[in-house]
């Protein structure tokens, strides 16, 4: 059986291309056949339409896409996670540098932001910040940290869409003051000397739900061929003892532009955050241990929450429909020894 799934290149696709490069796909009987999406609105559109079979995707862009919320409604299912955490906000070494942060801290560099662009708003300069779409967790995380430093992030900031791969050269361009993002283009922001890694995603929203794995509601009954696979390749993806060999695979086979040390870091959480070389280490950094596969209801009631606080959605019964979409008893029966 041929299935065609898609991805974005992060990071955190690993499970999904492990899956199709290293057998593990093949060994279920699977012919697994990976296509490259340049960003998360063309994903979701040719999920919906039927031209891809299933879809490494941003958890919210999943609810809302089979809610209705986001492009052509589609009937999907999401019957496993593929990671928690892996974001971070990036800014521009000239705002790092107008910021001033009196350290590092999280509530130092949140303060520090919003003083900026209170100031820069006031001046009629207001700052652009990039996130990889409206349905995500990395816009949830912006406006979260703009509100630990007292900032009403919709009154003083301009937020647009950048697609992953387009974040560097946006910076690189001046078209963009800072941007959320998934690893590893944080990493290769600052390696391009373009800006300084201001906050991690895993510290403004401690284990956050992130990337899952969305299916065609209609192929449910070939998923279970599909779950074993990914979740095996998750299951090698999180060993240690793997990360070169799933660095090397992810460098080639991603496209992620940049060399596999750096990517063997940002597995690691081995993270430098400005030009100078700072090292910053967070294990939790991106998460791909065995326990982040099972999907889990309330991640999905997480992100409707979201949705809700930020006039995405109406609140009437979406909590629950969202939770309905993950199926937890799809990969428990897949996965089941």
């Not at 919210?60 to 974001?87: E, F, I, K």
């Not at 449910?220 to 299951?235: E, K, M, S, T, W």
Request: with cysteine; net charge negative; hydrophobic share 50%.
């Amino acid at each position: 059986m041929t299935l065609t799934l898609g991805y974005v290149p992060l990071v955190d696709a690993a499970a999904v291309i492990a899956a199709a490069d290293l057998g593990f796909a093949r060994q279920e009987g699977l012919d697994l056949v990976l296509s490259r999406e340049p960003s998360w609105a063309t994903l979701r559109d040719r999920l919906a339409l039927g031209h891809l079979d299933a879809a490494h995707m941003l958890g919210p862009l999943a609810l809302a896409s089979a809610l209705g919320l986001s492009g052509p409604q589609a009937d999907l299912c999401v019957p496993m996670a593929l990671n928690l955490n892996g974001n971070a906000l990036t800014v521009s070494n000239g705002l790092w540098a107008a910021m001033a942060p009196e350290d590092d801290g999280l509530a130092a560099v949140a303060a520090a932001f919003a003083r900026v662009a209170r100031e820069r708003a006031g001046a009629g300069r207001g700052l652009t910040l990039g996130t990889v779409h409206p349905f995500s967790s990395h816009s949830y995380q912006l406006r979260r940290f703009a509100r630990l430093g007292g900032l009403d992030l919709d009154a003083a900031v301009r937020l647009v869409v950048v697609p992953p791969p387009e974040t560097v050269d946006a910076l690189a361009r001046g078209l963009i003051d800072g941007v959320c993002v998934g690893a590893p283009w944080n990493s290769i922001a600052v390696a391009a000397g373009l800006g300084r890694i201001a906050a991690l995603g895993c510290e403004i929203a401690p284990d956050c739900p992130e990337k899952v794995l969305a299916l065609q509601a209609r192929g449910a009954d070939d998923a279970p061929a599909l779950i074993r696979a990914v979740h095996r390749a998750g299951l090698w993806c999180a060993a240690p003892e793997n990360r070169p060999a799933l660095a090397a695979l992810l460098t080639e086979r991603a496209g992620l532009g940049s060399d596999a040390s750096l990517i063997a870091r940002t597995l690691g959480g081995d993270l430098i955050v400005d030009a100078a070389g700072r090292p910053r280490t967070n294990p939790a950094y991106l998460r791909l241990d065995p326990a982040v596969y099972r999907p889990d209801p309330d991640h999905a009631r997480w992100f409707a929450a979201q949705m809700i606080a930020c006039g995405q959605a109406d609140a009437a019964g979406l909590a629950d429909r969202a939770a309905a979409l993950y199926r937890p008893d799809l990969f428990e029966a897949a996965t089941a020894p």
